[in-house]
């Protein structure tokens, strides 16, 4: 059964600061997925990281993934306010033909 | 890619009452989905719905309390039944054109149930 874990749960940054959050999973993939979701809102995909070592960067946000370790980052560069939201992970099957199984979430704050 | 539209996008429901979310989608997609959000929480799969045959549920969530259906390649209706409070929650479609292809996610409803 394919589980993923996020770390930390819970992020309280300053403004200007880097941070980095992890998302574990437990077997095989080579597909994952960012998504930001904004209290109330539905998600808003971030990224897909469709290879062993794809790195994608859009603004501030980057995200890397590492198959062999099971593990991908999203990278935080320079908090502001507006990244305040809670950014979730999703693994896919190797197969693709199972549902995204999503990590607890990463409920984040930016504070001046 | 898919394009996905959900209605309902919020309600508000009186207890004992049903509710049915509909799904479109733009194109035929092989595989379809319904996500739970419950408040504070991530997105928990409630089942894959099948064209032309039953649901496939995940563990804690049973056909009688969501009945859902799939009649064809671009729709699909999740109905939240009999609900009380504690099925207030996010309720969001997903759906994948292709074996392997990327997901993608419909704007999600908003149930609150009084």
Redesign the interface.
């Known amino acids: 059964e394919l589980k993923v874990e996020q770390n930390p749960l819970f992020l309280s940054m300053q403004e200007g600061k880097n941070y980095t959050i992890y998302c574990n999973y437990s077997t095989t993939s080579d597909r994952l997925y960012w998504y930001r979701q904004d209290p109330g809102k539905s998600l808003e995909s971030l990224f897909v990281l469709l290879s062993n070592g794809a790195v994608k960067q859009e603004g501030r946000l980057m995200a890397s993934l590492d198959t062999k370790a099971r593990l991908s980052t999203l990278h935080i560069t320079a908090a502001v306010h507006d990244l305040s939201a809670t950014y979730f992970c999703a693994v896919d099957s190797p197969s693709g033909n199972t549902p995204l199984v999503f990590g607890k979430g990463t409920r984040l704050s930016v504070i001046a | 890619s898919a394009v996905i539209s959900q209605k309902p996008s919020r309600d508000i429901c009186q207890r004992g009452t049903s509710l049915t979310i509909q799904c479109q989608v733009d194109s035929q997609v092989?595989?379809m989905?319904w996500?739970r959000q419950q408040p504070g929480?991530?997105?928990?799969?409630i089942a894959?719905a099948n064209q032309g045959s039953e649901a496939t549920y995940e563990s804690g969530f049973v056909i009688d309390k969501f009945p859902i259906s799939r009649p064809n390649l671009t729709f699909s209706t999740l109905t939240v039944s009999n609900m009380s409070p504690e099925d207030s929650s996010?309720y969001?479609c997903?759906a994948?054109p292709s074996?392997?292809?990327?997901?993608f996610?419909?704007?999600?409803t908003?149930l609150t149930v009084v």
């Open positions: 092989t595989m989905f996500y929480q991530s997105l928990t799969l894959t996010i969001l997903s994948k074996l392997g292809s990327e997901a996610f419909g704007q999600g908003r």
